[in-house]
């Protein structure tokens, strides 16, 4: 399953994340619960376990949440869900240990150990923008951020989801026309941190930086276009929720 705002599940996530910033836990709870009524595959099972748990009253109940979104993760062999692998073991290292298990919560932290590498990404990857280019062209770093203008960025970003550069490319300055184009790193690349275990576990966005240039090989035609009411929703969600660049 590709990540998307647009899923109903993850939509739910993101209004019980609001309840929670509002202080109204009950709310949120019912919210996550409803996303795991509601889920229908693996991905959806996990993100919505991986929220009902932090609700749970007991370190016995979050251990069993726990344990149940580490059960459907385990099921998918992606790399959205390899991303929040570290940040599960910690978890559930952390629920071992306050309940007295330091040989098992000891095994979570040597695979956080293991895991907490360059990313494990192969792609292919993209790149979404509203700028002509052509196969052989550089992207590069040092250009001003689509969300504060008045910031040079100091990486060049990039993505392994065509319709997350899709929206990259509906949501980036300019008039031209929407294009994502297949790329290639040039150099070494790390999880976006700007993206990376903030709202939702892991990299779920496939989200990557590099301050070494991106080569264009190609170009995709073919993604899912958000609707226009969808497109609008997100844009007001960067305009009201967007904090620091971490650049």
């Not at 009902?52 to 059960?71: C, F, G, M, P, Y």
């Not at 790399?79 to 952390?94: E, F, G, M, Q």
């Not at 062209?137 to 504060?148: E, H, P, R």
Request: hydrophobic residues 35%; aromatic residues 8%.
């Amino acid at each position: 399953m590709e990540f998307s705002p647009f899923n109903n599940v993850v939509k739910l996530c993101l209004q019980g994340m609001s309840m929670e910033d509002a202080k109204q836990p009950e709310e949120a709870l019912k919210l996550f619960m409803q996303a795991w009524s509601g889920a229908t595959n693996d991905h959806e099972c996990f993100l919505a376990a991986y929220y009902v748990a932090r609700h749970q009253k007991t370190v016995s109940d979050r251990l069993i949440w726990l344990e149940e979104a580490l059960r459907h993760a385990l099921k998918l062999n992606d790399d959205t869900v390899k991303s929040a692998l570290p940040n599960l073991y910690l978890k559930l290292a952390k629920c071992y240990g306050d309940l007295g298990d330091s040989e098992k919560s000891a095994e979570y932290i040597e695979l956080v150990t293991i895991l907490n590498e360059k990313p494990s990404d192969s792609g292919p990857f993209y790149h979404g923008t509203k700028a002509d280019l052509k196969a052989g062209d550089l992207l590069v770093a040092g250009g001003n951020s689509n969300y504060q203008p008045e910031l040079t960025m100091n990486h060049i970003y990039f993505t392994g989801l065509v319709n997350g550069a899709g929206l990259a490319a509906a949501l980036a300055k300019g008039e031209g026309c929407e294009r994502v184009y297949i790329i290639e790193p040039m150099g070494a690349f790390e999880n976006d941190p700007n993206l990376t275990d903030k709202k939702f576990p892991g990299n779920p966005t496939r989200s990557y930086r590099s301050t070494a240039a991106l080569k264009i090989v190609g170009e995709a035609k073919e993604w899912d276009r958000p609707s226009p009411e969808d497109l609008q929703r997100f844009r007001e969600r960067l305009t009201t929720g967007n904090g620091e660049i971490i650049n």
